[in-house]
């Protein structure tokens, strides 16, 4: 992104900026709440129109057809077999509803966005030259920003998921979850020149993320991601809220059944030079049972992961076997249970094959 070009120091991978020189001293500030991390992949886009919160509310996983000026949220897209296929950030600032979506989805969500208009008094547009700011509330970064606001509300969206979300539940069974306090903030800034240091990169950002069981669309989504595998219904569904494309299979399987697969986290033996990758294969033994989702070094507990594994793939040390043919040792902290879902309590009826006989009068002596 333009907007970021002239920071001092800054290291990138294409677009993206990575680091400034010390990664792990950039995430301690971070997530002391000093540091600012310039967010070059991801995408704003706005909403504007009288009906763009009941429209979004008919379209989408979330209840947004509430939300007042300086409410944050998040939502996701859902195929009709419930699969996941956009997530975004939501924030109203009381005229316009503005989504922040990761880059390479933004475009598509924005074109899906508009085919769903039809009548509705809404607009959609990307707003690519936005400059966005990520950080953690509270500190001084936060004071060091200067947001945009033109609608008179500063644009500052505010993670959701340090909480269960009304109308959403939570599968992991965790006493002091990591997300408690995961306090992270997105900013729209008007002037990214006149951001100040210290800074952090998006190695900083995504370690804080995983620690904190954090899912993200261009990490833990794939083509047969349902929100209950990563515990994402904690914070981007509302499960009594209206009908919704997708609804069906949300209900069904929190209802009725399990998900096929569950985000485990990951603690990676770091003795090793060698750091897996993202699609790199989870084994519990010989047998495959899943994939590496996310994957950080981590400035208190090392090397860490996120990863999608099979419903039941054993709760018990894993191994991650990298495209060098590396093999990891990882501990396993289980994110989603295999149990999760079926919370309906449903009345089982008596078999007729042991009903006693003698209810039936013909058969009284």
Not at 34 to 57: F, K, N, Q
Not at 120 to 149: K, N, Y
Not at 246 to 260: F, I, R, S, Y
Not at 312 to 329: K, N, S
């Amino acid at each position: 992104m333009a907007a970021f070009d002239a920071l001092p120091g800054a290291v990138r991978d294409g677009a993206v900026i990575v680091h400034f020189g010390s990664p792990l001293i950039e995430q301690r500030r971070l997530a002391a709440g000093e540091a600012v991390v310039p967010l070059t992949d991801r995408t704003l886009i706005e909403v504007a129109g009288e009906d763009r919160l009941t429209w979004l509310d008919s379209i989408t996983s979330q209840s947004v057809a509430r939300l007042r000026a300086g409410d944050s949220t998040e939502l996701l897209v859902l195929d009709p077999q419930g699969r996941v296929e956009h997530a975004a950030a939501v924030f109203e600032d009381g005229a316009s509803v503005w989504l922040i979506a990761d880059e390479a989805d933004a475009e598509k969500l924005a074109v899906w966005l508009q085919r769903m208009v039809f009548r509705s008094r809404v607009t959609v547009t990307v707003r690519s030259d936005a400059a966005l700011a990520g950080f953690f509330a509270g500190g001084a970064a936060e004071a060091r920003l200067t947001p945009s606001a033109p609608n008179g509300t500063p644009l500052i969206w505010r993670d959701p998921w340090h909480e269960v979300q009304p109308g959403g539940h939570q599968y992991a069974a965790v006493e002091g979850h990591p997300a408690s306090d995961y306090a992270w903030s997105v900013a729209v800034v008007d002037d990214p020149a006149a951001l100040t240091a210290p800074f952090a990169g998006a190695l900083a950002a995504e370690a804080l993320r995983i620690a904190a069981w954090r899912p993200r669309w261009s990490n833990e989504v794939d083509e047969r991601t349902i929100p209950h595998e990563s515990d994402w219904i904690r914070s981007a569904v509302h499960l009594s809220k209206g009908c919704y494309r997708g609804q069906e299979t949300v209900a069904k399987v929190h209802n009725l059944g399990h998900p096929p697969r569950r985000l485990a986290a990951l603690l990676l033996d770091g003795s090793d030079v060698v750091m897996p990758a993202q699609g790199d294969i989870v084994l519990a033994g010989d047998a495959e049972v899943g994939h590496v989702t996310s994957i950080a070094m981590h400035y208190e507990d090392g090397p860490i992961a996120l990863a999608m594994l099979s419903r039941r793939a054993p709760v018990t040390e894993l191994i991650v076997r990298t495209h060098e043919g590396v093999d990891i040792a990882a501990a396993q902290q289980v994110i989603v249970p295999a149990d999760a879902g079926a919370t309906a309590g449903v009345p089982r009826l008596t078999r007729l094959s042991r009903r006693p006989v003698a209810e039936d009068p013909r058969n009284a002596r």
